[in-house]
């Protein structure tokens, strides 16, 4: 799978940050208002349940990946690292 790799400026990450930090290691789905309201409504109020993704697995293959650097030893950056040496490497240098 291939990644793009996205820097974030302050601002919008306020605003996402509001959605996607949770608890370590806990996944997220997030719905688009615009699906959420085509939803019956016995879902809706399934979804606004605190409870509602518990046990939920994913089913599989995620429609989006996403992961999140919050921090400097995030493993995106030691991959850039190697991918740089191994670069370094073939060119000569």
């Known amino acids: ?3 793009d790799v996205i820097v ?3 601002e919008d990450w306020d605003v996402l940050r509001n959605y996607i930090v949770r608890e370590p ?3 997220i789905v997030l719905i688009p208002q615009d699906v959420y309201d085509k939803l019956p409504e016995e879902t809706q109020s399934q979804v606004v ?3 509602a993704g518990s046990d939920y697995n994913f ?3 995620s ?3 996403v992961d999140v650097a919050l921090s400097e030893k995030h493993h995106i950056f030691s991959h850039l690292k190697d991918k740089m040496d191994d670069t370094d490497e073939n060119s000569g240098k």
Request: proline share 11%; aromatic share 6%; no cysteine.
């Open 1 to 3: 799978m291939a990644a």
């Open 8 to 10: 974030v400026p302050k």
């Open 25 to 27: 290691n806990a996944g």
């Open 49 to 51: 349940d605190p409870d």
């Open 59 to 61: 089913g599989g293959d």
């Open 63 to 65: 429609d989006l990946w």
